[in-house]
T-cell receptor, first 112, second 113 residues
Framework: QKEVEQDPGPLSVPEGAIVSLNCTYS??????FMWYRQYSRKGPELLMY????GNKEDGRFTAQVDKSSKYISLFIRDSQPSDSATYLC????????????FGTGTKLQVIP | DTAVSQTPKYLVTQMGNDKSIKCEQN?????MYWYKQDSKKFLKIMFS???????INETVPNRFSPKSPDKAHLNLHINSLELGDSAVYFC????????????FGPGTRLLVL
């Protein structure tokens, strides 16, 4: 079992839809969680960074962490074609970014 | 005005060769990283480096060595290249203690024949 699991997709949605991207993880020591957006043939871009359980909102993006079920989510409201990319989740334990583990990403396509 | 730049963008080479990839950041960051992303998009951290310490992921072969001439540069030298080294290598940087300042470079696509 991989330490961080993501459905690879692709996930296709119409423009304006609410998108839900999800990850599960197995390492109970994870305290910090991140979502990255990666456009084709580009480097990842940090979208959201959260600590422990709870929600964090930034514009159209909301990150949600449920440590009890080891489940992390990214919601995108009013999705745009420019949101079409691969979304990577990641987690790491306290004081240990060098132990960060990434999921393999979910490819999202927002259709105009 | 590129924040994190890498050279070269593409690198095609033969097995057994030694090659280097360069990384420069103009953000004033003090921590830099190298990552490897394989053909299945799996991203793995290889090295974490600031002006105080180098942290190496224990799974990285010692054929890989980071070299930092100054705070703005972290180069990656690879000895005796193997087929399995083919991947995209990303450099990234951030301010120490502030993960939200992290920026990635555009990547170097390495193909070992």
């Amino acid at each position: 079992q991989k330490e961080v699991e993501q459905d690879p997709g692709p996930l296709s949605v119409p423009e304006g839809a609410i998108v839900s991207l999800n990850c599960t993880y197995s390492n109970s020591a994870f305290q910090y969680f991140m979502w990255y957006r990666q456009y084709s043939r580009k480097g990842p871009e940090l979208l959201m960074y959260t600590y422990s359980s709870g929600n964090k909102e930034d514009g159209r993006f909301t990150a949600q962490v449920d440590k009890s079920s080891k489940y992390i989510s990214l919601f995108i409201r009013d999705s745009q074609p420019s949101d079409s990319a691969t979304y990577l989740c990641a987690g790491y334990p306290s004081g240990g970014y060098q132990k960060v583990t990434f999921g393999t990403g979910t490819k999202l396509q927002v259709i105009p | 005005d590129t924040a994190v730049s890498q050279t070269p963008k593409y690198l095609v080479t033969q097995m057994g060769n030694d090659k280097s990839i360069k990384c420069e950041q103009n953000l004033g960051h003090d921590t830099m990283y190298w990552y490897k992303q394989d053909s299945k998009k799996f991203l793995k951290i290889m090295f974490s480096y600031n002006n105080k310490e180098l942290i190496i992921n224990e799974t990285v072969p010692n054929r890989f060595s980071p070299k930092s001439p100054d705070k703005a540069h972290l180069n990656l030298h690879i000895n005796s290249l193997e087929l399995g080294d083919s991947a995209v290598y990303f450099c990234a940087s951030r301010l120490a203690g502030d993960q939200e300042t992290q920026y990635f470079g555009p990547g170097t696509r390495l193909l070992v024949l």
